[in-house]
């Protein structure tokens, strides 16, 4: 994986870069994209998710405490 710094991202081809590529392409259709995206993190279904971090501490649907 590449570094994740504003310079290197710039020089070397990575997801990242690729991603941010991918969304200012969209921009140009649909000028709301950004909002899509974070709106879409709404819309989970909680009973779906399998692990998750709440307050530093870790939990796992499976795992019993």
């Not at 310079?7 to 392409?25: A, D, G, H, Q």
């Not at 000028?31 to 279904?45: G, H, L, M, T």
Request: proline share 2%; aromatic share 10%; charged share 40%.
């Amino acid at each position: 994986m590449d570094c994740g710094c504003e310079i290197t991202v710039c020089r070397t081809s990575s997801k990242r870069y690729e991603v941010k590529k991918l969304i200012e392409k969209l921009r140009e259709t649909s000028p709301e994209v950004d909002k899509n995206i974070f709106r879409a993190a709404e819309n989970v279904n909680v009973d779906r998710i399998v692990s998750w971090t709440y307050e530093g501490e870790k939990y796992n649907r499976y795992e019993k405490k």
